[in-house]
């Protein structure tokens, strides 16, 4: 088979003489050695998701990575994601394949600004969606996924709610929740502000026998025609329970491999971003995780992801206090 040219987490680019079978084979054996625990989101590319020991949304995950005895977690995600796995495990080595793998939405909620846009609204409770960074985390009172988000947001009755960073979550929410006073800073996420409403009719008309199902980062132009919102693992559990055969499925098209071998059988078609001529509906840096980027974190245990001791405190309490409520 071919062998696999790469570029190495070092500043120089690295020849690896492995095929992809090989690097798949070196990948199982380095978790052994290293004691170390794999997770990886529903996002990732399929090869890395059938690597992985854990393969779940944000909630699942932080589940895991609160629970796991592992010496070394390696997170095939985003830079929000691991840094939260470092926050519950201060002790263990977390690392991840790609440094540069980020997210629209934490970077669109820069910890300064967001401090200085709280001093608007004294005495709100601070519900930050788990995308975002470990500073804005240290800023919040309690932290939600998409799997919780609604439920976290109604036990904080009678408490007047700030919601961040995504916009499109925090409209869910606040109707979800009957909370029409929730402040929303305004943040989006790339994939999921890409769907366009004009061409999901259209896929509806050409395949009137499948069900709408989205996530909550989606607009309202998209969750108007969804028969089911809910997170990666909520929209999953649907395809395998409904007796429809055929879903329409609106959120990064990474979750398919794993919704197709949930729900065998049945018939998963990605919903369409606005421009057909470009993949709008994957993520562009969860794609940045590779397996030969994945084989080089586990063999050299680098890059690292670490948070200072200050920030982790701050931030560790709203993360403990979101398991608590889940």
């Given at each position: 088979?071919?062998?696999?040219?790469?570029?190495?987490?070092?500043?120089?680019?690295?020849?690896?003489?492995?095929?992809?079978?090989?690097?798949?084979?070196?990948?199982?054996?380095?978790?052994?050695?290293?004691?170390?625990?794999?997770?990886?989101?529903?996002?990732?590319?399929?090869?890395?998701?059938?690597?992985?020991?854990?393969?779940?949304?944000?909630?699942?995950?932080?589940?895991?990575?609160?629970?796991?005895?592992?010496?070394?977690?390696?997170?095939?995600?985003?830079?929000?994601?691991?840094?939260?796995?470092?926050?519950?495990?201060?002790?263990?080595?977390?690392?991840?394949?790609?440094?540069?793998?980020?997210?629209?939405?934490?970077?669109?909620?820069?910890?300064?600004?967001f401090q200085k846009w709280l001093e608007q609204y004294p005495g709100h409770t601070v519900v930050s969606y788990i995308n975002c960074s470990a500073d804005v985390k240290?800023?919040?009172?309690?932290?939600?996924?998409?799997?919780?988000?609604?439920?976290?947001?109604?036990?904080?009755?009678?408490?007047?709610?700030?919601?961040?960073?995504?916009?499109?979550?925090?409209?869910?929410v606040a109707k979800q929740a009957n909370r029409p006073d929730l402040v929303a800073w305004q943040g989006t996420c790339i994939v999921h502000e890409t769907f366009s409403?004009?061409?999901?009719?259209?896929?509806?008309?050409?395949?009137?026998?499948?069900?709408?199902?989205?996530?909550?980062?989606?607009?309202?132009?998209?969750?108007?025609?969804?028969?089911?919102?809910?997170?990666?693992?909520?929209?999953?559990?649907?395809?395998?329970?409904?007796?429809?055969?055929?879903?329409?499925?609106?959120?990064?098209?990474?979750?398919?491999?794993?919704?197709?071998?949930?729900?065998?059988?049945?018939?998963?078609?990605?919903?369409?971003?606005?421009?057909?001529?470009?993949?709008?509906?994957?993520?562009?840096?969860?794609?940045?995780?590779?397996?030969?980027?994945?084989?080089?974190?586990?063999?050299?245990?680098?890059?690292?992801?670490?948070?200072?001791?200050?920030?982790?405190?701050?931030?560790?309490?709203?993360?403990?206090?979101?398991?608590?409520?889940?």
């Amino acid at each position: 088979m071919e062998k696999l040219p790469v570029v190495g987490n070092a500043s120089q680019p690295e020849e690896l003489d492995l095929t992809p079978d090989e690097l798949e084979a070196e990948i199982r054996r380095l978790k052994v050695e290293r004691n170390a625990v794999l997770l990886a989101h529903y996002y990732q590319e399929s090869e890395i998701q059938d690597l992985a020991d854990y393969v779940g949304d944000s909630l699942q995950l932080s589940q895991a990575a609160a629970k796991t005895e592992a010496d070394v977690i390696v997170f095939a995600g985003v830079h929000f994601m691991a840094e939260t796995a470092k926050i519950i495990n201060p002790n263990k080595i977390v690392v991840v394949p790609d440094l540069a793998a980020g997210c629209s939405l934490a970077d669109g909620c820069p910890a300064p600004v967001f401090q200085k846009w709280l001093e608007q609204y004294p005495g709100h409770t601070v519900v930050s969606y788990i995308n975002c960074s470990a500073d804005v985390k240290a800023l919040s009172d309690v932290i939600c996924t998409s799997s919780n988000a609604v439920k976290i947001v109604k036990a904080l009755e009678g408490q007047k709610v700030v919601f961040a960073p995504d916009r499109h979550l925090a409209a869910f929410v606040a109707k979800q929740a009957n909370r029409p006073d929730l402040v929303a800073w305004q943040g989006t996420c790339i994939v999921h502000e890409t769907f366009s409403e004009k061409r999901l009719l259209e896929l509806m008309a050409k395949h009137p026998e499948a069900e709408v199902i989205a996530h909550p980062e989606c607009h309202e132009g998209i969750l108007r025609h969804a028969v089911h919102v809910a997170s990666t693992s909520g929209l999953i559990d649907y395809a395998v329970k409904s007796p429809k055969t055929a879903f329409i499925v609106a959120t990064e098209a990474g979750i398919l491999h794993r919704m197709q071998q949930a729900a065998p059988g049945k018939t998963l078609i990605a919903a369409p971003p606005e421009d057909e001529s470009c993949s709008c509906n994957v993520c562009p840096h969860m794609k940045r995780n590779t397996l030969e980027k994945l084989y080089l974190c586990l063999r050299d245990l680098e890059p690292r992801v670490d948070v200072p001791e200050a920030v982790r405190v701050r931030a560790l309490a709203p993360i403990q206090r979101m398991l608590a409520m889940s």
